[in-house]
């Protein structure tokens, strides 16, 4: 998975949050400004869809790991962050959970604040000391 389809991706899980809703009119209304290839459009519109099913198990894991407040409290930009690699890190065998942790970290300095890059950072690495065994299962291993 490409860094345009990431930030594609965050910025549809971003809108979602804000409306309370998803369909396709919102990618097309992102990649109206920001045009995109059709592979980055498909490979975001997979990742939300993937999100979306699981988006209560990755919940449940952000809090897990990220107990100090409610994941409905959390900055949008962060959560979303933490959704789309931890979600990664479960189904993407192909990446490695390095590469995919050093992603959210620079979205994280490009989008968040400016404590975010060390927050998600310090969440992932945590997820990935629980998880010594990545693969299609870790999302069932990491569940509270």
Same mark, same amino acid.
């Given at each position: 998975m490409?860094?345009?389809?990431?930030?594609?991706?965050?910025?549809?899980?971003?809108? %979602?949050?804000?409306r309370g809703s998803f369909d396709t009119a919102i990618v097309?209304?992102?990649?109206?400004?920001?045009p995109v290839s059709?592979?980055?459009? %498909?490979?975001?519109?997979?990742?939300v869809a993937g999100i979306l099913d699981d988006?209560? %198990?990755?919940?449940?894991?952000?809090?897990?790991?990220?107990?100090?407040?409610?994941?409905?409290?959390?900055?949008?930009?962060?959560?979303?962050?933490? %959704?789309?690699?931890?979600?990664?890190m479960a189904k993407r065998e192909q990446t490695p959970n390095r590469v995919i942790i050093n992603e959210a970290t620079?979205?994280?300095s490009n989008f968040g604040s400016e404590s975010s890059a060390r927050f998600v950072n310090g969440v992932l690495g945590s997820v990935l000391n629980d998880s010594p065994n990545p693969g299609?299962?870790?999302l069932a291993r990491l569940d509270p």
């Open positions: 490409g860094r345009q389809a990431r930030i594609l991706a965050l910025q549809c899980l971003y809108v %979602r949050d804000v097309d209304w992102l990649c109206a400004d920001d059709g592979a980055v459009r %498909r490979n975001a519109e997979h990742l988006v209560d %198990r990755l919940d449940a894991v952000i809090q897990k790991y990220a107990p100090a407040l409610p994941v409905e409290l959390l900055a949008i930009v962060d959560r979303n962050i933490l %959704r789309v690699a931890i979600y990664e620079e979205l994280a299609a299962d870790t």
